[in-house]
């Protein structure tokens, strides 16, 4: 059984599977693990499959990662993941293991601490992806990490896989990495948003709830410069619920900042209860 980390606890060395549903919270945590790695003197690679390397570069960059810069430093590489999955004569997990091995050699001859890769494994959910290729590279990749200077996430949507398949992927991997959750049910997610810092909060919020809402926003508040409570994908949020974030802005010195990010109906539930007048929260649409 792997052991279950947030991405901040990676550490180099590290062969970690990352599963995952909402698409955005994996891009948070690609981005925190690239954006460490680049502060830590690492190469980075990242293999992209279901989004094009342009689009991914681009949410990156939003999420505050120097992508322009680390790139044209050669420090920063994002591919599409046919240099790594496809290359001449189809996939193979010898072929792929070499082309990393390749890599990791390349990047401490350049100088690097080591070389970090994130690999989106979607191609792996094509009919004409050979199962028994992904299966053997996971089950030796590991040993590509003996010597601390390789990490790598790898990348499962619980969407395209089957549950045994992701179930081999976490046992194939020495860690798994998900965003701290405060409270995770059918109807309600509260984690830890890393870039922008701050809180993701989804689905319905009600006074219920109020107890993981308080230990998140009590975090953010301890860690964070500037806060964002990131509620795109919250359906519903009650007065009391929205009474208890405007006090936890309201309580921010004036140079400090809450950000929300939210619809229009949730937005309108902060001004009923005066959020809006709150000089250091301010309230932005949904991306």
């Known amino acids: 059984?792997?052991?279950?980390?947030?991405?901040?606890?990676?550490?180099?060395?590290?062969?970690?599977?990352?599963?995952?549903?909402?698409?955005?919270?994996?891009?948070?945590?690609?981005?925190?693990?690239?954006?460490?790695?680049?502060?830590?003197?690492?190469?980075?690679?990242?293999?992209?499959?279901?989004?094009?390397?342009?689009?991914?570069?681009?949410?990156?960059?939003?999420?505050?990662?120097?992508?322009?810069?680390?790139?044209?430093?050669?420090?920063?590489?994002?591919?599409?993941?046919?240099?790594?999955?496809?290359?001449?004569?189809?996939m193979t997990a010898a072929a792929a293991l070499r082309t990393l091995a390749d890599e990791i050699e390349d990047a401490c001859h350049q100088g690097y601490a080591g070389l970090r890769v994130t690999a989106d494994m979607w191609w792996a959910t094509?009919?004409?992806?050979?199962?028994?290729?992904?299966?053997?590279?996971?089950?030796?990749?590991?040993?590509?990490?003996?010597?601390?200077?390789?990490?790598?996430?790898?990348?499962?949507?619980?969407?395209?896989?089957?549950?045994?398949?992701?179930?081999?992927?976490?046992?194939?991997?020495?860690k798994t990495v998900a965003a701290a959750a405060y409270h995770d049910d059918a109807l309600l997610r509260i984690c830890r948003q890393h870039r922008p810092p701050g809180v993701r909060i989804a689905g319905e919020l009600d006074y219920t709830r109020l107890e993981p809402l308080q230990l998140a926003l009590a975090e953010a508040l301890r860690l964070d410069t500037d806060i964002h409570i990131n509620m795109a994908k919250l359906r519903f949020i009650d007065v009391t619920a929205a009474t208890m974030i405007a006090k936890a802005a309201l309580s921010l010195p004036a140079d400090r900042r809450m950000i929300l990010i939210c619809a229009a109906d949730v937005a309108a539930t902060f001004e009923l209860v005066g959020g809006t007048e709150v000089g250091q929260l301010r309230v932005q649409p949904p991306r």
């Open 126 to 174: 094509r009919p004409v992806a050979a199962a028994r290729e992904l299966l053997a590279f996971e089950a030796a990749a590991g040993d590509l990490c003996a010597d601390g200077r390789f990490t790598a996430i790898c990348q499962y949507d619980r969407e395209g896989f089957d549950p045994v398949t992701l179930a081999f992927a976490a046992e194939a991997h020495g």
């Open 1 to 90: 059984m792997s052991d279950a980390v947030t991405v901040d606890a990676v550490e180099a060395g590290d062969h970690v599977c990352l599963t995952f549903s909402d698409p955005d919270e994996r891009l948070d945590l690609v981005a925190e693990f690239v954006a460490e790695g680049l502060g830590r003197g690492h190469k980075v690679l990242c293999f992209t499959d279901s989004i094009e390397p342009e689009r991914l570069g681009e949410e990156l960059t939003w999420r505050s990662v120097p992508v322009a810069q680390a790139a044209a430093d050669g420090q920063l590489t994002i591919t599409g993941g046919e240099r790594l999955w496809r290359p001449a004569g189809g």
